[in-house]
């Protein structure tokens, strides 16, 4: 490297640091690094970096050949220690003769200059003799062609590091191909083409005389600048590699000219080997925002900054993993190369303790992944939480709670369907921690868990929960949720089921429905009288109702049959819950009939007119395989009695939107959608009321819900005489407009 401007250095293949591939992301013997969580040892001394490393080796071989010296010289005492520091001295100044261009060798002449075989003239050297015999027989030099080199290449990277122009060899290097591509990018005339550019970039640096396995000196030079200026300077030098980087790397897979490489390179070697990568977690995150820019640009991103580099860095496991969260945004699609995700799983997958707390973090960044719209970062988070779950379940619900947040609230839900075992020991032991919030954690997860309970250990843990948040005075909000488990509980339903009753009847919201519906079978006359009161008092919650669908024993479904009528009647604002109600027995299949038809026959005819709409709304599905023939009926059986406007109109549109958007888009379903509205419109025209809203309710849908309009135009100019009885002129032409046919015309 000709006064340190034309580059290179011995190469550091052979010293522990692969620069020629991937970025080595092996750690080097010696190196130190951050350590990790439980990794600190406490009262020892930390190991030395590699640069005391190599200073020590250093020191004791200049010793080593000055001790030689002094024996073929005859000196001894002060004269030794003095003559290594000559020794020193002349080894610095052989690494300074190396930076030539070549090879990194040491020529035949130069050698003999440095280390002279027989004595020297005048003063130089003290006038000892034997210098090249001693550096030989030490090992520090080895024959190499015509010339020679130092013995050890990383122990040459280092000192030829330490005198090299570390500027110059930047702008040689990277900084000169970059400034002739922007050169010719701003060139005169006509803008060239990109392969005109990465020509003239090339024929710009084709003759760098610096090979490529040389980047030793460079990467030492620049860890020298780190070391003796402090990070901020080389965070700089790193940041301009980067962007040179950015402006040199090329579209597509094209191979990387020389300043390119060296500029990944340098990057990636420095960043690997810096005993503390914090302070450059700037250039790091700039480095993680370029790769998301190149992906989407089409560019390809280097290889020697794949997921092993941002596994390999020294970091703190904080900040690699906030790294990892803007990286996997950009990830390519499963089996199209390396994914940062993959590498966050391997990592998680060797540490599924330390690892989940990191993860959490995600659950706040609800960024789509490129490569998957459908999932975001968040999402990503969730389901890698999830699929490693079995290496350390109990830390992970620790962690999940820990978090607070929704995603992870889902997760903990996901786990209590999954893994109820974990999620049972989890409450138990949140059950008797002193923080309120881990208590209520206690509760709602205990709920969700106990219909889910596999073995009589898993039972015990909840009962023993309950009874401990139930011991508490201070946790009076939580012992309705207490008392709902020991009433799911058999052993201990006995006991509690009173004291849940009387909370439940006075309206507790922490004590759900369906934990008394599990007592219903033992207790009928009591719970069914906690329903009653708790669903007769005003402004009460008819959630509860859905609930007692699930009841399907027919002695039993009829009381609960009978109680429904009851409140509908007495509280017309809960009809929403009594049509959900009958909605979930209908899917129980043509066996609920006996049971549903007074109640539903009753509500028809004599209902209030809330109900029948609402139920009306449940007819009109066309439901599943268990429910349709029955909905059918039911719908028969409305429209043979109905007379209201409001409750018709309501029908009208609930069979629209329904049936026309599911894509039930076969000849028989749209003539039976077809045959329902025209039977609702024969029954709304026979007042002048009923007439406008069928009309208004035919153009209001064709407007808003997609097909409709094109649906009823093709019955108008199908049967048009049947229809021109429910459809006024003015209405058919509105319709016929919205459906985009003007060659359909309907008779007035």
Same mark, same amino acid.
């Given at each position: ?440 954690? !206690? $509760?709602?997860? +205990?709920?969700? *868990?106990? &219909?889910?309970?596999?073995? =009589? %250990?898993? #039972?015990?843990? @909840? /009962? ?50 369906? !934990? $008394?519906?599990? +007592?219903?079978? *033992?207790? &009928?006359?009591?719970?069914? =009288? %906690?329903? #009653?009161?708790? @669903? /007769? ?212």
């Amino acid at each position: 490297m000709g006064g340190g401007a034309s580059g290179g250095a011995g190469a550091s293949a052979g010293a522990g640091a692969d620069v020629c591939g991937g970025g080595g992301g092996a750690e080097e013997p010696g190196r130190t690094r951050v350590r990790g969580r439980g990794e600190e040892r406490p009262g020892r001394a930390s190991a030395p970096d590699r640069d005391e490393v190599l200073g020590a080796y250093l020191d004791l071989m200049c010793l080593r050949i000055a001790v030689r010296l002094a024996a073929a010289n005859g000196m001894r005492g002060t004269a030794v220690r003095r003559l290594a520091a000559q020794v020193s001295g002349q080894v610095h100044e052989a690494a300074r003769r190396c930076l030539g261009p070549g090879q990194g060798e040491l020529g035949r002449a130069a050698f003999e200059a440095v280390f002279p075989w027989g004595p020297v003239p005048g003063e130089r050297l003290g006038g000892t003799v034997g210098w090249a015999s001693a550096v030989l027989t030490e090992g520090l030099l080895v024959p190499a062609g015509e010339g020679y080199r130092f013995a050890h290449e990383e122990l040459a990277d280092w000192i030829q590091g330490a005198h090299l122009d570390l500027d110059a060899a930047l702008h040689a290097l990277v900084h000169r191909g970059w400034i002739a591509q922007d050169e010719a990018r701003r060139g005169w005339g006509t803008m060239p083409s990109e392969a005109r550019v990465r020509r003239q970039a090339r024929r710009a640096t084709r003759n760098l005389p610096v090979p490529r396995h040389r980047i030793g000196p460079v990467v030492h030079a620049l860890l020298l600048l780190g070391r003796q200026q402090g990070p901020t300077e080389l965070a700089g030098r790193l940041e301009e590699l980067l962007d040179a980087l950015d402006a040199l790397l090329p579209p597509g897979r094209t191979a990387p000219d020389d300043p390119t490489w060296w500029a990944t390179h340098l990057l990636a070697d420095v960043l690997l080997r810096v005993p503390d990568a914090s302070p450059y977690t700037r250039v790091l995150r700039f480095l993680a925002e370029r790769i998301g820019a190149w992906r989407t640009q089409g560019r390809c991103v280097p290889e020697e900054f794949g997921p092993g580099f941002w596994e390999s860095l020294p970091l703190p496991e904080p900040e690699r993993f906030d790294l990892l969260r803007r990286l996997v945004v950009a990830d390519p699609a499963t089996g199209e190369g390396p994914r940062y995700l993959d590498a966050v799983s391997r990592l998680l997958a060797a540490d599924p303790t330390g690892v989940p707390p990191h993860l959490t973090r995600w659950f706040h960044d609800n960024t789509p992944l490129v490569a998957t719209p459908d999932a975001t970062v968040a999402t990503a988070a969730q389901a890698l939480l999830h699929t490693h779950r079995s290496g350390a379940l109990d830390d992970l619900t620790e962690t999940l709670v820990d978090s607070a947040h929704r995603r992870a609230d889902e997760l903990l839900a996901v786990l209590a369907e999954e893994e109820p075992s974990a999620v049972c020991r989890a409450v138990d032991r949140w059950a008797h921690d002193e923080r309120p919030a881990r208590r209520v954690a !206690a $509760l709602a997860y +205990a709920l969700r *868990s106990a &219909p889910h309970t596999r073995t =009589d %250990a898993d #039972r015990e843990l @909840l /009962r023993h929960a309950a009874l401990t948040l139930l011991a508490r005075p201070a946790d009076l909000t939580l012992h309705g949720g207490a008392l709902a488990l020991l009433v799911r509980d058999p052993g201990t339903r006995a006991r509690y089921l009173p004291r849940a009753l009387e909370r439940f009847a006075a309206g507790d919201p922490q004590l759900p429905a369906g !934990a $008394l519906v599990a +007592a219903l079978p *033992s207790h &009928p006359d009591p719970v069914l =009288d %906690a329903f #009653r009161t708790r @669903l /007769r008092a005003p402004g009460a919650d008819g959630g509860a109702l859905r609930t007692l669908a699930e009841i399907t024993t027919p002695a039993l479904a009829r009381r609960v049959s009978g109680l429904v009528r009851e409140i509908v009647e007495l509280r017309p604002e809960t009809a929403g819950h009594a049509a959900a109600y009958v909605e979930r027995r209908l899917e129980h299949g043509p066996g609920t009939r006996a049971v549903l038809f007074p109640l539903i026959s009753g509500l028809i005819v004599d209902g209030p007119v809330q109900v029948r709409a609402a139920l009306a709304t449940v007819f009109a599905e066309p439901g599943t395989a268990a429910s349709g023939p029955l909905r059918r009926e039911f719908l028969d059986l409305l429209m043979a009695t109905e007379r209201d406007p409001s409750v018709l109109d309501t029908l009208l549109r609930a069979v629209a939107a329904s049936r026309v958007p599911t894509g039930r888009g076969t000849e028989a379903h749209a003539a039976d959608t077809g045959e329902l509205v025209h039977r609702v419109g024969r029954l709304l025209v026979r007042t002048p009321e009923g007439a406008t809203r069928f009309d208004w309710a035919l153009v209001d849908l064709a407007r808003h819900l997609p097909g409709f309009a094109e649906l009823v135009a093709g019955w108008l100019s199908g049967t048009p005489r049947e229809w021109a009885a429910v459809v006024g002129p003015s209405t058919r032409r509105m319709i016929e407009n919205l459906a985009g046919e003007p060659g359909v015309r309907v008779p007035a």
